[in-house]
């Protein structure tokens, strides 16, 4: 199996699972009982909240709250903000955020709140100034992801930050960090950004644990009501063993940062340029400058995109095709359309995120197999006019 799919979940990290068995075993006590018992899962959570800390880059672990995952920090970002600033009915956010985000704006929108989605031009880059034009005073919050789940393209959030703060000091901003933890260096405290969410199943940690940062200036209501965990933010029994995994994964990965940007990079860059100069029909979906290390999109013109994803699935490659299938039609993915990705490659784009477990030799095997697949699917395809039309330019190349 050669796993290139690693925005989608990643695999968890032996040292983390160590890590946590202990607090599956032996150490279940409830973090907030008062006897002794519960004295070393109490501990292992103050530590897991100071390696959240460093690993967002914050000043405080006072600002670091433990949720369920990435979406429940956008749900308890979003909503609390909002919640808390009820005379401002104005909120921002971009075209191609994560549906978490989106889906919440779209709730909040329903309710009465005006919207203002921004675009990106067709390399995934954030129109920077439409959204300062966008930017009001009764703006409540404004939402960021900081690097896309689909194309890996980087948003400027400190820049976006900068922007906001000068023009309406009062808005809030959220920025979506899930995909950008653990694949550029983070450090809120040196920014203006108000909130940060992340996840830990995105960064070798297990699914069900992400964590929310909320700097000192800003309120929030609580999503989730009833005892005092999370300092009244988020109810719920700490979640012990899942927060140790996420506070081990998050140290592993600040200290694979720099392999991360250098070798898994490279590797990115060679399954990248492989496919690109072998297959004719292919085409890059992103600025190629300003992206997360792992991450390529690559769009196959004239062929369907489930069909490439099933010849991978047969040779054992796992990637992921930007379109959901939501009620029975398959939906193109509503970033590449944000970006005006044109039609004929829209439904053959594939995303290939790589990890720190990426090999030379999987990225090899899916460079020699791409072409091989390619060769099948376009024979079928519907365009064979289109196709060599295609193949001439590239032999002209
Ligand atoms: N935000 C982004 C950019 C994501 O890619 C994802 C997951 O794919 C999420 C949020 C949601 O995270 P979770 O699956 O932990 O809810």
Not at 120 to 128: K, R, Y
Not at 327 to 339: I, Q, T, Y
Not at 350 to 359: A, D, H, K, N
């Amino acid at each position: 199996m050669i796993y290139l799919d690693n925005n989608a979940t990643t695999k968890v990290d032996e040292k983390v699972l160590n890590e946590m068995l202990p607090y599956l075993r032996d150490e279940y006590a409830n973090a907030s009982s008062m006897y002794s018992f519960a004295s070393k899962p109490a501990k292992a959570l103050q530590e897991a909240r100071a390696q959240i800390r460093d690993f967002v880059g914050a000043k405080d672990e006072k600002e670091i709250y433990f949720t369920s995952c990435g979406s429940e920090s956008a749900n308890t970002a979003i909503k609390g903000v909002v919640n808390c600033n009820k005379e401002k009915r104005h909120l921002i956010t971009t075209k191609i955020e994560h549906p978490c985000v989106l889906n919440t704006y779209k709730e909040l929108e329903k309710q009465g709140y005006e919207v203002d989605y921004i675009g990106v031009n067709a390399q995934g880059d954030l129109n920077i100034s439409e959204l300062t034009e966008k930017l009001r005073k009764d703006t409540a919050l404004v939402s960021v992801m900081w690097a896309n789940n689909e194309t890996g393209v980087i948003n400027p959030v400190e820049e976006i930050a900068e922007i906001i703060k000068s023009r309406s000091p009062q808005t809030k901003f959220f920025v979506d960090g899930v995909q950008s933890a653990g694949k550029i260096q983070m450090n809120v405290k040196d920014t203006k950004i108000d909130l940060l969410g992340i996840s830990g199943h995105k960064f070798h940690a297990p699914k069900g644990v992400g964590a929310l940062y909320v700097n000192s200036s800003t309120r929030l209501t609580s999503l989730i009501n009833g005892g005092h965990q999370e300092r009244g933010l988020r109810a719920g029994t700490e979640n012990v063993p899942y927060i140790v995994g996420m506070g081990k994964a998050a140290t592993l990965a600040s200290d694979a940062l720099e392999y991360e940007l250098k070798e898994v990079k490279r590797l990115r860059d060679k399954l990248e340029n492989g496919i690109l100069r072998n297959v004719y029909n292919s085409r890059l979906n992103a600025n190629l400058l300003n992206r997360v290390p792992n991450t390529t999109n690559i769009g196959f013109e004239y062929v369907e995109g489930e069909l490439i994803l099933l010849h991978l699935s047969d040779l054992g490659i796992c990637a992921s095709s930007g379109s959901a299938c939501t009620s029975g039609s398959l939906e193109p993915s509503h970033v590449l359309r944000a970006m005006g990705v044109p039609f004929t490659a829209l439904h053959g784009s594939i995303r290939f995120s790589l990890s720190r477990f990426t090999t030379e030799k999987e990225v090899d095997f899916v460079i020699e197999k791409m072409p091989e697949i390619m060769d099948k699917l376009t024979k079928i395809s519907p365009f064979q006019d289109e196709l060599k039309k295609l193949r001439e330019i590239k032999k002209g190349e």
